[in-house]
């Protein structure tokens, strides 16, 4: 059943799953807040466990970086393990004078430059990537009951890491609150399979600021998103 990306077999995942890039952060989670977790992926050092939360089935795939990457596991996911409710819990860069280092953000969209995303529809329609309206209803409860900050709002999941050529300013001014590199593929994915998808941020550094997280941080000390995120999945 494994293929060429996950060494699972077929009911060894959980419908219920969280992405985050860092096959060390799904490490991290695992062993911090999943009963009982056990691995069922190394393909690649990319890293999978199932464990339970409250009771409740809960796997968390790494997924690598980029569209091209979480591409990939989104899509073997669905198709080859009957995930329905996937969960972005990932890090972002701040680039709104209104967001700061360690916030939790919570995408409503996730505005794109991606060819690969445009591509799908011929270059001839500008698909709009969103959250599943549950999930972010749910989420955005779980973030007040659990007395945590999270700020709802439009993200740009870019294709370059480093790439002098894009308009900050000009994002900033039409809201854009933070850039990111996998959130709108993870939307475009769930949307075309009819499943449902999230995607919350952790502010790692930030473009206007300067400001940013250790390594370290960035693998093991953004618990709010991933409380959320929990919670919100085992409501679901």
Avoid: W
């Avoid at 599943?132 to 007040?144: C, G, I, T, W």
């Amino acid at each position: 059943m494994s293929t060429p990306h996950i060494a699972a077999e077929k009911g060894e995942i959980a419908e219920r799953i969280l992405l985050p890039g860092d096959p060390l952060r799904a490490k991290f989670i695992a062993e911090n807040f999943l009963e009982n977790p056990r691995q069922y992926t190394g393909i690649r050092n990319i890293l999978g466990f199932t464990g339970t939360y409250k009771g409740v089935p809960v796997s968390v795939q790494g997924t690598g970086m980029g569209i091209p990457s979480i591409s990939i596991y989104v899509h073997e996911l669905i198709t080859k393990y009957d995930g329905k409710k996937l969960f972005r819990v990932g890090t972002c860069g701040g680039m709104h004078p209104d967001v700061h280092l360690r916030d939790v953000l919570i995408a409503q969209a996730a505005s794109t430059d991606s060819s690969i995303i445009r591509n799908i529809f011929g270059g001839s329609i500008n698909f709009a990537p969103i959250a599943d309206y549950e999930l972010l209803s749910k989420a955005v409860a779980n973030a007040k009951k659990l007395n945590l900050p999270a700020r709802v709002g439009n993200i740009i999941s870019v294709d370059r890491f480093y790439d002098e050529e894009i308009d900050n300013e000009k994002l900033r001014k039409y809201g854009i609150l933070a850039v990111e590199m996998e959130a709108a593929a993870l939307y475009v994915l769930a949307a075309q399979f009819h499943v449902q998808a999230l995607a919350l941020f952790t502010v790692s550094d930030h473009l206007l600021t300067g400001e940013s997280s250790s390594a370290e941080e960035r693998q093991t000390s953004f618990n709010d998103m991933i409380k959320i995120a929990l919670e919100t999945a085992i409501e679901a």
